[in-house]
């Protein structure tokens, strides 16, 4: 039985929950990849529904990462958007990838972000994983995290323990990205617990 694809994320305050399309163990996955990192800064490619995104920031606010900027990229306005903007995300809604080409639209934008001083947790979460991965892993600086969401790391993997099991969607794994992987200097990160809540997890070395 497939569980937590349509779950959502409740803050204390009354009737607000937005959407998260997220494996239902995955919010206690990253509750301990930022107890470890504490990042300074998370890219966040694909709010969606936002659950995701305002679990990031209440929970890093919740050890005492206020500090910690979050950009959040989308392509579609959406009626929560501003709500999430209110509670100190930046939410970008304009388009800032050549999926075509594996580039950057908006360079100017993205990589001074990646770049910051600081430890950086890239999640690539929006409509072509495989592309975005390999767009924005050049632009990683050392210890800095990528993470892919929809993760199975073979096919045969996928259809024998995920297929009707854990997860039916499997939208990037590690015949698309190891060309990446080995150009960038990326090596697993945190990745048994996070294959069982179908994230991939590279850090820069």
Not at 54 to 74: A, H, Q, V
Not at 98 to 114: A, E, K
């Amino acid at each position: 039985m497939l569980t937590g694809y349509f779950n959502y994320y409740s803050t204390n305050e009354e009737n607000y929950a937005l959407m998260s399309m997220q494996h239902e163990n995955a919010f206690d996955a990253f509750k301990k990849l930022l107890q470890e990192v504490r990042p300074s800064q998370i890219l966040e490619v694909g709010t969606a529904g936002g659950g995701t995104t305002l679990f990031l920031r209440e929970y890093l606010n919740e050890i005492g990462l206020n500090e910690t900027r979050i950009l959040s990229l989308d392509v579609v306005e959406q009626n929560w958007t501003n709500g999430l903007r209110e509670r100190d995300i930046t939410v970008d809604t304009e388009n800032v990838f050549d999926y075509s080409t594996n580039t950057l639209i908006r360079p100017n934008v993205i990589v001074p972000f990646i770049q910051r001083e600081g430890t950086t947790i890239v999640l690539c979460d929006g409509g072509n994983k495989i592309s975005e991965f390999i767009t924005l892993s050049p632009y990683l600086k050392t210890g800095d995290i990528i993470m892919a969401h929809d993760y199975i790391d073979t096919v045969e993997n996928f259809h024998e323990n995920f297929v009707d099991k854990i997860w039916n969607w499997r939208e990037i794994g590690d015949e698309y990205i190891s060309e990446s992987v080995i150009q960038n200097n990326l090596e697993p990160f945190m990745q048994n617990l996070f294959d069982n809540v179908v994230w991939v997890c590279k850090i820069k070395k």
